[in-house]
């Protein structure tokens, strides 16, 4: 349980460097546990998950959600931890979250590195490789050239331990 804790206070921590308050979209928000972390922070938040099951959970702790994205929504910060590798069509996503950010919106990113040093030390068997839940799979130079496409200006890059 500290080790969650720990971990998504180091996320607030990289996000307070770029923007310390505003409109968050957590997209993938699973059980809710960073968007309410986010909200005790201050931000104003909403979260967006695909999963039933995640959003009777995020319903019954009170945590107000949407179930797509609207034209007119305009975010100060929109998150993905290990979410984006699961999207289908993640260009047309990116373009999505592009132009519902708010100007001097972050969008940030968090998703496996196929070469990253635990990937090679792995190889084959490397768990994030996860097929067929991971539709996709990035590298730091794969994710940056979809970014930039898209709009985006890659602030930062850290590696998540844990």
């Known amino acids: 349980m500290w080790l969650k804790k720990l971990?998504?206070?180091t996320k607030l921590k990289w996000i307070s460097k770029a923007k310390t308050r505003g409109k968050l979209l957590d997209f993938g928000a699973g059980n809710g546990a960073f968007v309410q972390a986010a909200a005790d922070k201050g931000w104003n938040t909403v979260a967006f998950d695909f999963s039933?099951?995640?959003k009777k959970i995020?319903?019954?702790k009170g945590i107000s959600q949407i179930n797509?994205?609207?034209?007119n929504d305009k975010y100060d910060a929109i998150t993905l931890?290990?979410?984006?590798?699961?999207l289908p069509n993640p260009e047309q996503h990116l373009n999505r979250f592009y132009e519902a950010l708010s100007p001097g919106?972050?969008?940030?990113?968090?998703?496996?590195?196929?070469?990253a040093w635990d990937a090679k030390h792995y190889g084959a068997f490397w768990a994030a490789y996860?097929?067929?839940r991971h539709l996709w799979h990035y590298n730091?130079?794969?994710v940056f050239g979809l970014a930039k496409k898209a709009g985006f200006n890659v602030l930062k890059t850290y590696n998540m331990f844990w």
């Open 7 to 9: 971990n998504i206070q």
């Open 52 to 54: 039933e099951t995640a």
């Open 58 to 60: 995020l319903s019954k």
């Open 68 to 71: 797509e994205t609207h034209q």
């Open 81 to 86: 931890w290990h979410v984006f590798e699961h």
């Open 105 to 115: 919106g972050i969008l940030v990113l968090a998703l496996p590195n196929y070469s």
């Open 130 to 132: 996860d097929v067929p």
């Open 140 to 142: 730091k130079t794969a």
